[in-house]
Structure formats: structure tokens, C-alpha cells
């Protein structure tokens, strides 16, 4: 779990912008400039929470939910989650017609305790799905299957030692089956040795990306950033090897300690990359980077979800986002935390694009 000690807000940070702004790019390559990133905002937060822990004796997500996936499919809406229940994740479905109200489908990414990697915990991270910033996130298939990732961590507790990650496959979304992990922390990169967290997959052309999260190996002060595994196949992965392509920030940066949770999207020739910053004032918030290849990244200076006032519902924590568009209307799920830990209160919620009464 993130450090929890509250530390002075963060000042002297740059001014929002949306245009004007500067694209490191590849070598021998010129540099471009970032769009107005309007089409990327989600302002009007709904303001309640969408999906809370069941409080139900023995269910996977009794104490908490986390870590939103929204996507399409026949024509409905779904959200992969997690739920804790004391002793790991465990993986979760719900549905919904409007985007806004929803039910518990059911555990679909369960622990099991013959197998040394998911003994503890499981969790669905994504599943492959339309990439486009202004698409209905509709699944695609490999194969006539489905292929989502997750990840585990090796002890009970709350992402307890060093996550690694794998794929699973579904005809059904309802029953999957899981591969041995193709991602394990590699000791010999500082920045990923502590452990890997989400796994974002998507393809384009004939590669399938990988983004995904690390963290160093210092037990308390560790700091996440993100990287790249590509595959011709799902099967053989090779990391980029100019790997963070996402790093931390500098103490008073929004992102000073984390860089985490990759959900990448794409608008016309720009790729999008919104991910959560955890800052040296305690916050998560969620941000936002833009490059033309997703090698080569900006970080956009605005928070695009901030978390709220005292006594909100993310007066701690507004992060970890997955974006969805539906009704000329873009959508940002993020998780909302409010209250202190081990105290505090880990939901679900929503926000978008154009306000909600209207």
C-alpha cells in the first residue's frame, strides 16, 4: 500500500495548458507539437460512487473494489474489477445499459490454491478491446477467444511481494483460461525489480503492446513508472529497452513518487497515455501524456481527474482510469478513495465528459 504520511500541498507547478507544448521525439526525427487536448477531458464528476465493497462474509470483495475496466460487447456495457477480501484479489464482473448504474455479474478470475503463481490472488487488469479515444471500447478477439491480462502477487495480504504478469483467454467472458506469467520483475532493471502491477494490452499493425507498471526494490520509499513489452504472437515478449517510457517525476511534480496504471488510447496520429501520479502530498490523481509513437511521451501539465474536497468521495485518492466514449459523451472510470488507511473507503466512480444534467 502507498505511503500514507500527508505531507505540505505541492506548489510552483506548471500552469494548465492544451496547446503550444513540445513532443520529444525519436532521434532524427522532428519535433512535434501536442494538440488541444480538450477532446481528452473528463471535468463533471458524478460525484457518488457506482460500484462499493459488498460488506458480505466470505464474498471476494467484501472489504474494497478497484482497478475499473470498461468496455463493450453485444451491445452492452461491462466493468471488470477486483475485489480484496483480506487474502488477495480476486476478479470481478458487472454490467450496465446507461453507463452509470450497475450489477455484480459475478467472480470471473478466481485464486487457486494449487497454483503457486495465483494462490493468493488474481487480478483482470484489461482485456484487448477497441483502442480509439472515441470508440465504444467493443472487445476484439484472437482467435475466436478473448484475451485479457492479469496480475499476482506470491503472499497473502494487500499486493503482498513481486507481482508478475499473465494472459488469460474466454469464449464467454465467464470462464477463463490462464497462461503461465510472460512478465516476471528482472532483476537487473532497477525499475522494475520490486514487482510489475497493471498490464494494459492493446495491438496495432502486427505488434501486440504490453503497458505496464514497476517499482523499484526499496521496501518503503519505492517509486513506479511504466514500460513496454511487445509480441508478435501473445506468446514471446520483449521489453522496449528504453524502458521507463513513462518515469517519475521530480519531488514537486503531481507524479513525484508514481507514474502508474497505463490506459492507452488513440486519436488520430497521437497516442494517449492517461495513467495516476502519487505525489509527495499524499494524493493520487489521475494525468495524462501524448506522444506520436508510444515510445516517445509528453506529460500533459494538468491533472485531468484531481481528487476532491475533504469529505468527498476521492478526498484522498482519484485514480487508476479507463476510458470509454458513448453518446457523444467521453467517460473516465477511476477508482475513488476517501478516508485514511487502513480506515478508508476504496470504490468505484465515474466522470465525463459533459455534465451530468444535461
Known amino acids: 500500500m502507498v505511503d500514507t504520511q500527508r505531507r505540505n500541498l505541492l506548489t510552483g507547478l506548471l500552469a494548465a495548458a492544451g496547446t503550444g507544448l513540445t513532443v520529444k521525439r525519436a532521434a532524427g526525427k522532428p519535433a512535434a507539437r501536442l494538440p488541444d487536448i480538450q477532446p481528452f477531458r473528463t471535468p463533471y464528476k458524478l460525484e457518488r460512487r457506482i460500484l462499493t ?24 456495457y461491462y466493468m471488470t474489477y477486483i475485489g480484496f477480501d483480506g487474502i488477495g ?11 452509470v448504474h450497475w ?68 469464449k464467454d467472458l465467464y470462464h477463463w483460461e490462464i497462461t503461465e506469467p ?48 511487445t509480441s508478435p504472437d501473445l506468446k ?45 502530498d499524499g494524493h493520487a490523481r489521475d494525468l495524462l501524456a501524448l506522444g506520436q509513437d508510444p515510445y516517445h511521451l509528453t506529460k500533459v501539465p494538468e491533472i485531468m481527474l484531481d481528487v476532491g474536497p475533504p469529505g468527498s468521495i476521492d478526498d484522498d485518492f482519484a485514480h487508476k482510469p479507463s476510458i470509454i466514449y458513448a ?9 475513488c478513495v476517501s478516508g485514511k488507511w487502513p480506515h478508508d473507503d476504496r470504490a468505484i466512480s465515474v466522470a465525463r465528459s459533459r455534465p451530468w444534467n444535461g
Not at 513525484?256 to 490506459?263: E, G, W
Request: a neutral charge; glycine letters at 12%; hydrophobic letters at 35%.
Open 53 to 76: 465493497r459488498s460488506g458480505v462474509a466470505g464474498s471476494f470483495d467484501r472489504l474494497l473494489v478497484d482497478c475499473p475496466f470498461v468496455f463493450e460487447n453485444g451491445g452492452r
Open 89 to 99: 484479489y480476486q476478479s470481478g464482473l458487472a454490467e450496465s445499459d446507461d453507463l
Open 103 to 170: 450489477r455484480r455479474a459475478g467472480l470471473i478470475l478466481r485464486r487457486d490454491p494449487r497454483n503457486p503463481v495465483t494462490r493468493y490472488n488474481i487480478a483482470m487488469m484489461s482485456i484487448l478491446r477497441e483502442d480509439g479515444l472515441h470508440s465504444r471500447g467493443s472487445l476484439i478477439k484472437v482467435d475466436g477467444r478473448y484475451v485479457a491480462t492479469w496480475f499476482a502477487c506470491p503472499h497473502p495480504g494487500y499486493e503482498q511481494g513481486p507481482g508478475v504478469i499473465g494472459l488469460a483467454y474466454s
Open 182 to 229: 510472460i512478465l516476471r520483475p528482472d532483476p537487473t532493471l532497477a525499475w522494475e525489480a520490486g514487482g510489475l502491477y497493471k498490464a494494459d494490452l492493446i495491438k496495432s499493425g502486427d505488434l501486440y503492446y504490453i503497458f505496464y507498471n514497476g517499482k523499484t526494490n526499496d521496501s518503503r520509499d519505492w517509486h513506479e513508472q511504466t514500460g513496454i513489452a
Open 236 to 280: 514471446t515478449w520483449t521489453r522496449y529497452p528504453g524502458n521507463p517510457v513513462l518515469r517519475h517525476g521530480g519531488p514537486r511534480a503531481w507524479d513525484a513518487r508514481f507514474a502508474s496504471d497505463p490506459f492507452v488510447v488513440r486519436w488520430g496520429p497521437w497516442w494517449g497515455m492517461y495513467y495516476y501520479g502519487f505525489a509527495n
Open 327 to 335: 453518446d457523444d459523451t467521453l467517460y473516465q472510470f477511476y477508482c
